[in-house]
């Protein structure tokens, strides 16, 4: 595999409040809500609402983000290709909870139903 340390390295430094509006209007494209988004982010982070906005601002980097997540012990079940990476060979912790977000998120926007998302 390819050297990513400074993909990595940029993916740690990304504030999520700049990534978060990108979501969001991802997801209501799609004609899902903010509130199905809340819910997927929850779910991989363990994070609550107030958690959530709290993040956005307080500005928060991806790894402040995810180092003050507690990561759904089920998130090893999201796999698959998103920016050109096959999410479970990802080696760098961190670039790979960032991925699996953007997998998240991005299953949302096409439709998928909520409990397969969740991977329940």
């Excluded at 479970?88 to 926007?109: G, M, S, W």
Aim: with cysteine; hydrophobic share 35%.
């Amino acid at each position: 595999m390819k050297d990513t340390s400074k993909h990595d390295q940029k993916i740690a430094k990304m504030i999520f409040a700049s990534v978060y509006p990108h979501y969001v209007t991802k997801v209501e494209k799609k004609e899902r809500t903010k509130e199905e988004l809340h819910e997927v982010i929850s779910w991989l982070t363990g994070f609550s609402e107030e958690e959530i906005h709290q993040h956005i601002n307080n500005k928060s980097t991806f790894k402040e983000f995810f180092d003050a997540a507690k990561l759904n012990e089920n998130a090893y079940l999201i796999t698959g290709v998103i920016c050109g990476y096959r999410i479970e060979e990802i080696e760098n912790p961190l670039t790979q909870k960032a991925r699996y977000l953007d997998k998240l998120v991005d299953e949302l926007a096409k439709g998928k139903k909520m409990e397969k998302i969740l991977r329940k």
